[in-house]
C-alpha cells in the first residue's frame, strides 16, 4: 500500500516434558529411609497473533500502531511414589489407602495444577521528524492479563484428613482434597518516548525513556514441606532511562556505539526457596536499581581481518530497600537487604572476536577466534545465605575454521573452551543438594559438514 504496510504475524508453539528424578534425598531430609522417585508430566501450549499497521507517509509524522494477543495453557502434576526393583516409579495411585508411609502402599504424595492464562495488548507510536536532524517519538503500550489456575493435592504426604486448597474451592478429588480456583487480573498502561539528533549521516545521539511491566502469577501453595508460601504474586514494574549513540567512523570501516541506562525496578519478582529447596516460589521483593553502559565495537581492521568487541558492565546493581518478611514463612526463607546486589548478575561482561575471512585453495574460508568473560557472582542476595553458591570470573576462548567447498558443501573443524576453563554459568544450592552447579563443557574438539540446498 502507498500509505503504509499492514502485517499479521501468528504463532503455535506446543512443548511436552517427561521429568522424573531421585526424590531420595529430599525424603531422607524429612526422615523417611524410603527409596523414592518423582514423575513431573507437563504441558506447555502457547497460541500467540499480532496485528501491525506501519504507515509511510510522505511528511514528517509516521506512525505504527498494532493489536496483540496471547494464550497459554499450561499443566503440571507431581508423583512422588516408591519404586520397583530396578529404581523405576511404580504405576500411579493416589488413593489414600495406598499411602507410602501410613500402611504399605506406594504413594508419598501427589499434586496438580493447571493455568490458563490469556494477554492482550494495544500499542501505538508516533515518530515526528523536525528541524532537519531531529526526530521526537511517543508511544504507549496498553496490556491486560487475566488468569486461572486450579490446583490440589491428590494425595497429600502422610495423609490424615482432607488437604485444604488456596483460593476459592471448586471441587474435591478422590481423597477429598480441595480443588481450590485461583484468579488473578492486571492492566497498566505504559509510556515511551525518545529524542534523537543526527549529528552528521553517520552519527546518531538519542535519549530514551521507557517503562516494563511484567504479570503477576500464582504458586503451588498449601505444600506439605513449605509453609507460608504466598498464593499468588503481583507484577513488578520498572522505569529506564538511556542516554545513547550509534555511529560509524572512518569510511565505514568501524562502527562504534554504545549506551548508558538507569533502571529503577520495583516490586521485584524474586524466587526463595523452601526449607530443602525442593519448591521453588515466587513472590514480589522489594526495590533496587540498576545502573550501567553497554557498548559494541566492529572494526574492519583490512580487507579479511574484522574485529569485535562488546560488554556490559554496571555501575549499579542492588537493592534499594529490604525484602519483606513472608508471614509464617520457614526462617530458611531468607530475604535480601538493603544494598545487596542482585544475584547472577556481575559487575562485568565481555566479548571479543576477531574473523578472517580469506581464501584456502581458492575456496572461501574463514577462521574465527572468539573471547567471553564474566565476572563473579552469587546465587543469592544474600552472600552468607546458606543457599548462595559463589560464581567464579571465568574467561572462555573458542576456535572455528569453515572451507567452503563448493555453492552447497562446507567443511569445518572447532575447539570448543580451549584452555579447559571450568566456567559455572548458575548454581542452586539446597540442603539435599548443596553445590548443584550448571556449568560449560570441557575442551571440546571436533569437526562439521555441511550440505544446503
Do not use: C
Amino acid at each position: 500500500m502507498p500509505f503504509g504496510t499492514f502485517s499479521l504475524a501468528a504463532s503455535q508453539f506446543n512443548h511436552d516434558i517427561a521429568l522424573t528424578f531421585d526424590s531420595t534425598p529430599i525424603l531422607l531430609f524429612f526422615g523417611v529411609p524410603i527409596p523414592g522417585i518423582t514423575v513431573q508430566p507437563q504441558s506447555y501450549d502457547t497460541t500467540m497473533v499480532e496485528l501491525r499497521f506501519a504507515s509511510a507517509f510522505e511528511g514528517p509524522v509516521n506512525f505504527v500502531s498494532g493489536l496483540y494477543y496471547q494464550k497459554d495453557e499450561n499443566d503440571f502434576d507431581v508423583h512422588v511414589s516408591t519404586t520397583d526393583g530396578f529404581g523405576n516409579a511404580v504405576p500411579w495411585d493416589p488413593l489414600n489407602a495406598n499411602d507410602a508411609l501410613v500402611s504399605t502402599g506406594t504413594a508419598f504424595f501427589g499434586r496438580f495444577r493447571k493455568d490458563e492464562i490469556e494477554q492482550g495488548a494495544l500499542f501505538g507510536e508516533v515518530t515526528w521528524d523536525f528541524m532537519e536532524r531531529w526526530q521526537l517519538l511517543a508511544g504507549f503500550r496498553w496490556f491486560g492479563s487475566s488468569l486461572e489456575s486450579r490446583q490440589a493435592t491428590t494425595h497429600a504426604f502422610a495423609p490424615s484428613g482432607p488437604s485444604p486448597a488456596a483460593g476459592v474451592v471448586v471441587g474435591t478429588t478422590v481423597n477429598g482434597n480441595a480443588i481450590g480456583l485461583l484468579e488473578q487480573s492486571d492492566d497498566t498502561i505504559r509510556p515511551k518516548a525518545s529524542l534523537s539528533f543526527q549529528w552528521t549521516e553517520e552519527v546518531l545521539f538519542y535519549a530514551l525513556y521507557s517503562e516494563g511491566f511484567r504479570t503477576g502469577g500464582v504458586n503451588n501453595g498449601n505444600q506439605p514441606f513449605a509453609p507460608g508460601i504466598p498464593a499468588t504474586y503481583a507484577s513488578d514494574e520498572l522505569q529506564n532511562v538511556e542516554f545513547g549513540i550509534k555511529s560509524r567512523w572512518l569510511e565505514r570501516r568501524l562502527q562504534a556505539n554504545a549506551t548508558v541506562f538507569f533502571i529503577d525496578w520495583d516490586n521485584i519478582q524474586v524466587e526463595p526457596r523452601d526449607p530443602a529447596g525442593n519448591i521453588p516460589f515466587t513472590t514480589n521483593g522489594g526495590a533496587a536499581e540498576v545502573n550501567g553502559l553497554e557498548w559494541s565495537i566492529e572494526a574492519l581492521l583490512t580487507d579479511e581481518l574484522t574485529l569485535s568487541f562488546g560488554g556490559t558492565h554496571f555501575f549499579d546493581h542492588e537493592l534499594t530497600e529490604t525484602q519483606p518478611v513472608l508471614p509464617g514463612a520457614s526462617p530458611f526463607v531468607i530475604v535480601g537487604r538493603e544494598g545487596d546486589e542482585i544475584p547472577n548478575t556481575p559487575d562485568t561482561q565481555l566479548y571479543a572476536s576477531l574473523r578472517w575471512d580469506t581464501l584456502v585453495w581458492t575456496r572461501a574460508a574463514s577462521f574465527l577466534v572468539d573471547l567471553n568473560y564474566r565476572g563473579k557472582t552469587n546465587t543469592e542476595f544474600v552472600p552468607t545465605s546458606p543457599f548462595n553458591i559463589e560464581l567464579d570470573s571465568y574467561t572462555v576462548v573458542n576456535l572455528f575454521a569453515n572451507v567452503q567447498i563448493d555453492q552447497h558443501f562446507s567443511v569445518g573443524l572447532y575447539a570448543k573452551n580451549v584452555t579447559d576453563e571450568l566456567a559455572v554459568y548458575d548454581g542452586i544450592g539446597t540442603f539435599q543438594d548443596p553445590q548443584a552447579i550448571v556449568a560449560n563443557r570441557p575442551r571440546t574438539l571436533g569437526f562439521n559438514v555441511r550440505w544446503q540446498y
